[in-house]
């Protein structure tokens, strides 16, 4: 048993001591291989999501055109079942505010531009047109979602009232803002308030902005400043149903009823 034991030793320390001497080789191959790897896992995922390679701008700035939520194209395994929507921000318009009915497809429409410009800012091919133009941003700030804690003693209000503060904080003329139902979980009337203080901020700061909400106050601000445009989704009175479409220009109703 002994002389097993340093048999297996001495193998072991001639196998550590070769490798020791191919070190930087098998570091370098490694490398490679890991680069080579995430090639072929972004190709693969292109391929899966129908994915296009969009013009990279110079300007903070965005042209997505017929966009779709790429988890979408993987979960229905075909891009013609899921709903493709265009959407733009440039120096003609800064600010988007999206209102339409419950389930509609607010949330998913943030969430497919914040994710398809990161997307692009890394590298990757998004589900979306060749004439899509991504601009690269230093930060995407988002506030999508119930981050309430108890642990962390935070309210669903105060939760987003955090997550707004950081991107105010940090809004430029290189930064998106991405906020979804902007001041709820409060008195309507003091939320909606304190959301149309919080997107004239940001506009102000330069900052390019993307809410949705449900507050009728804030649909009038596109009359009062030409650099927000009103957009909702679209919503079937006949079936009463959404079909996720989204229109440029005009505000939406939630249905609640």
């Known amino acids: 048993y002994q002389e097993e034991r340093q048999e297996i ?34 190709g693969t995922f292109s391929n899966a ?44 318009r800064q600010g988007i505010l999206i209102t339409g009915p419950n389930t509609g497809g607010k949330t998913v429409a943030l969430k497919t531009i914040g994710l398809s410009i990161l997307m692009a800012q890394a590298g990757l091919h998004i589900s979306a047109d060749e004439l899509s133009e991504v601009g690269i941003f230093e930060d995407i700030f988002a506030d999508i979602g119930d981050e309430q804690s108890i642990e962390l003693s935070l309210s669903t209000f105060s939760s987003h009232v955090r997550n707004i503060i950081s991107g105010l904080n940090a809004a430029s003329d290189k930064v998106l803002l991405l906020y979804d139902e902007i001041g709820a979980g409060t008195d309507p009337k003091e939320g909606a308030a304190l959301a149309e203080s919080i997107i004239l901020h940001a506009l102000d700061r330069g900052a390019k902005l993307i809410v949705t909400t449900h507050y009728s106050q804030l649909k009038t601000l596109a009359m009062e400043y030409p650099q927000i445009e009103n957009a909702s989704l679209e919503f079937d009175r006949q079936t009463f149903a959404p079909t996720y479409k989204l229109r440029l220009g005009l505000p939406g109703s939630s249905y609640a009823i």
Request: net charge positive.
């Open 49 to 92: 999501i129908k994915g296009n390679r969009p013009t990279i701008i110079d300007r903070p700035d965005f042209d997505l055109r017929n966009v779709r939520h790429p988890l979408l194209i993987m979960q229905f395994t075909d891009a013609a079942k899921v709903v493709a929507n265009s959407i733009a921000l440039d120096d003609s």
């Open 9 to 42: 030793i001495r193998i072991l320390r001639t196998l550590t001591t070769e490798i020791g001497r191919r070190a930087e080789a098998l570091l370098e191959n490694t490398r490679l291989i890991g680069k080579l790897d995430s090639f072929h896992a972004a």
